[in-house]
């Protein structure tokens, strides 16, 4: 098992905006499950998460596992720090996890858990098959229950020293090919596959937050989106929209069937899902032959955070415009484009292959 042990501790000219103003554009009614992913009034997003606790609830208590009053005072702990519905949904499903592993083993009781309950659930995780960063979440998350029960005496506080870690591979940023990007502009020719592509591909936009952007969210005489508040760190922030993409957005906006307050919707008006947008972006790959190289939405992402780079724009201001909280995630991608240091490698190696190795690297056996 590979576990390490870690301590505690001035305007641009575009095509004009649409007629209809944004800001008083209404659509149809949708319905209130639909809307969920998007964000939720209060209201809403209140009644969800308590729909979620009722739900786990019923799980634990069909399934017999102990422990159940500690689980309902967890949910409602991350309720009171007004934690997402997906956040209680993501830790509840690494607690039943945990609790059916300890059940099958025999165990009846959440204060006997020990550090060999939690090395013998990782391994048992890791021979599933599920990836070390799928792994690593789950004891995050397992992690963060352990540490609320400590707070409260009911485990020993022994369990948060020395915390068990799975080493995570770093890997690079996947970016599309520049040609590939190419072959995909010029294959599309539906409008809202345009404009879905070209916004992802000159903001850095997540999906998630494209799918979820009103018209009211959208300047195109300033070429700026806001995004309020982001789903993932729920920290807002200003992008950019380039020429091509204003203009296909604008387009879109003038020619979408569905006058919705989101900016794309679907059939009959109602919000856009994640699949029905993945499933494009997969047709799109297959009309241009690139779906055997694994592209995905989010190298939309990548290869905008690797064309400013290359471009010569800073780390800090492409780490605003991302929305990382911090910047050692924007340093990922240094790693994998930076001209400066491809063009001071070629210089010093054509200085080598013209000039020959410069100093001495042999050793003296003789000498102690």
Avoid at 209 to 238: A, F, H, P, W, Y
Wanted: charged content about 30%; glycine content about 6%.
């Amino acid at each position: 098992m590979n576990l390490e042990y870690v301590s505690v501790e001035s305007p641009i000219s575009v095509l004009p905006p649409p007629q209809k103003n944004p800001k008083t554009a209404a659509g149809p009614s949708v319905p209130a499950s639909r809307m969920r992913r998007f964000n939720e009034p209060p209201s809403l997003d209140a009644a969800h998460k308590q729909a979620i606790i009722e739900d786990a609830q019923s799980k634990m208590a069909r399934q017999g596992l102990f422990g159940a009053r500690y689980v309902h005072d967890y949910l409602m702990e991350l309720c009171r720090r007004n934690c997402r519905p997906n956040t209680l949904r993501s830790r509840f499903g690494t607690i039943l996890v945990f609790l059916q592993y300890l059940k099958a083993k025999g165990g009846d009781l959440l204060e006997a858990i020990c550090r060999e309950d939690l090395c013998a659930f990782i391994e048992q995780e890791q021979d599933r098959g599920l990836k070390p960063t799928s792994v690593s979440c789950r004891i995050d998350g397992l992690y963060a229950f352990i540490r609320f029960l400590v707070e409260r005496e009911v485990l020993a506080a022994d369990l948060l020293k020395r915390k068990l870690r799975v080493k995570v591979p770093d890997s690079l940023p996947r970016a599309i090919d520049p040609q590939d990007v190419r072959r995909l502009l010029a294959e599309i020719q539906r409008p809202r596959e345009r404009a879905m592509v070209l916004v992802l591909l000159r903001t850095g936009m997540r999906i998630g937050e494209l799918l979820s952007t009103r018209l009211c969210d959208v300047d195109l005489v300033e070429q700026r989106i806001e995004i309020v508040e982001t789903q993932k760190n729920r920290v807002g922030r200003v992008v950019y929209l380039a020429e091509d993409a204003c203009r296909a957005l604008a387009q879109w906006i003038e020619l979408r069937r569905f006058q919705t307050a989101l900016i794309f919707s679907g059939h009959g008006g109602l919000p856009l899902s994640y699949e029905t947008a993945r499933s494009t972006f997969k047709k799109l790959l297959v009309r241009t032959d690139l779906a055997h190289k694994g592209y995905t939405l989010h190298c939309l992402r990548h290869t905008f955070a690797s064309e400013l780079l290359n471009a010569g724009m800073r780390l800090e201001c492409l780490q605003v415009l991302l929305g990382h909280s911090c910047l050692e995630m924007t340093r990922r991608y240094a790693r994998l484009t930076d001209v400066t240091r491809k063009e001071e490698y070629f210089r010093a190696m054509a200085k080598i292959e013209k000039d020959g190795i410069h100093g001495d690297y042999r050793c003296d056996h003789q000498l102690p």
